[in-house]
């Protein structure tokens, strides 16, 4: 490649609409392939780190940083089945979070539906008689335990006492309060946001909480369509700079 060809760091910046900065410390995380160095020392880039640039800065959308950094040095190392593997992974937990919201949204809306029969739903018996353990609990909803302890101890959950062992029990209206507690905290909300949409809930008004449920919810509809097209520049880096691996 003739050195009209190269682009210096600057350049690339530029391209990218990053600083200077931002470009080495993309190399050094390995989100693009290390350049060549000049006579003089000074980096080299051309359109195979530009087109990475933009592959990272678009898979980080949808992916995240450490996700994202994963990805594109699996690829870098010439290992695209561990890239891919690590997409799959990331759309396997999308859609297993967009199963929790609609899980939850279905059991909202019922109870919605109760309240305005009955005006009751925040006391209704719950007639599910499984009982869930602290870890069983905490493994369901996919947290750790500390985290189930943590927000115990804030005022979120209010789990049962078994009175021989004194062990937390778990039962459908508190496993109902737990999930709402983990959508709410994965899209960022603070405690005092999510303690007024657990009271709403418990007072047979669950329309706070069904519409906090669903801005989660296209929240991960802008989170999977932000996937979609960053896959659509991956696979060109691929198909361009590694057909090799195809």
Same mark, same amino acid.
Do not use: E, V
């Given at each position: 490649m003739a050195n009209h060809d190269y682009l210096r760091t600057i350049d690339l910046a530029r391209a990218g609409q990053i600083s200077v900065q931002q470009v080495r410390n993309y190399e050094a995380a390995g989100f693009i392939p290390p350049a060549e160095r000049s006579s003089g020392g000074y /980096?080299?880039?051309?359109?195979?780190?530009?087109?990475?640039?933009?592959?990272? /800065?678009?898979?980080?959308g949808g992916y995240g940083w450490p996700g994202t950094r994963a990805i594109m040095q699996a690829l870098h190392q010439n290992k695209l089945a561990a890239a891919l593997a690590l997409i799959d992974e990331r759309h396997a937990e999308l859609a297993h979070k967009r199963s929790q919201v609609e899980q939850t949204l279905t059991a909202l809306s019922m109870l919605a539906a109760q309240s305005s029969s009955s005006g009751d739903a925040g006391h209704t018996h719950v007639r599910h008689t499984q009982l869930l353990r602290v870890g069983d609990a905490a493994r369901e909803v996919g947290v750790r335990v500390s985290a189930l302890h943590f927000w115990e101890q804030q005022g979120l959950l209010h789990p049962l006492r078994d009175k021989s062992s004194h062990y937390r029990l778990y039962d459908e209206q508190q496993m109902r309060r737990l999930r709402l507690v983990v959508l709410l905290r994965e899209a960022g909300y603070n405690f005092d946001i999510i303690v007024p949409v657990l009271e709403e809930l418990a007072a047979g008004r669950p329309e706070k909480a069904i519409a906090a449920v669903e801005k989660r919810r296209e929240e991960l509809a802008r989170t999977s369509w932000a996937c979609l097209e960053a896959i659509a520049l991956f696979q060109q880096y691929v198909r361009d700079f590694y057909p090799q691996l195809l």
């Open positions: /980096r080299l880039y051309t359109q195979r780190h530009l087109l990475a640039l933009k592959t990272a /800065r678009k898979l980080i």
